[in-house]
Nanobody, 117 residues
């Protein structure tokens, strides 16, 4: 059974940092692209960031580029999202996902991030 478990969410003041973690189990970590998505109240789930296996190529949504950094620790089979300079519009439930061959196959349950202005 594949499990993705997010942690690190919470309430933070605007301008502050927060780091999310996604621990995986039951997943052959190698070969999977890992990603972060978010869903704000009343909005569609949207892509935030992704990191590929091997070449460690990263991609970011324009709205977070320069503020968020995605990274992965292959030994700990964990992926991180370092979020800096947080804005109220970053408030959302953040989801971790694992993808292979252009499909996002597995999802976590999400962790809430609330940014107060």
């Amino acid at each position: 059974q594949v499990l993705l478990v997010e942690s690190g969410g919470g309430l933070v003041q605007a301008g502050g940092p927060l780091r999310l973690s996604c621990a995986t189990s039951g997943l052959t970590f190698s070969g999977y692209t890992m990603g972060w998505f978010r869903q704000a109240p009343g909005k569609e789930r949207e892509f935030v960031a992704a990191i590929a296996w091997g070449v460690e190529r990263t991609d970011y949504a324009q709205s977070v580029k320069g503020r968020f950094t995605i990274s992965r620790d292959n030994a700990k089979i964990t992926v991180y999202l370092q979020m800096n300079s947080l804005k109220s519009e970053d408030t959302a439930v953040y989801y971790c996902a694992a993808g292979y061959k252009s499909a996002w196959n597995y999802w976590g349950q999400g962790t809430q991030v609330a940014v107060s202005s």
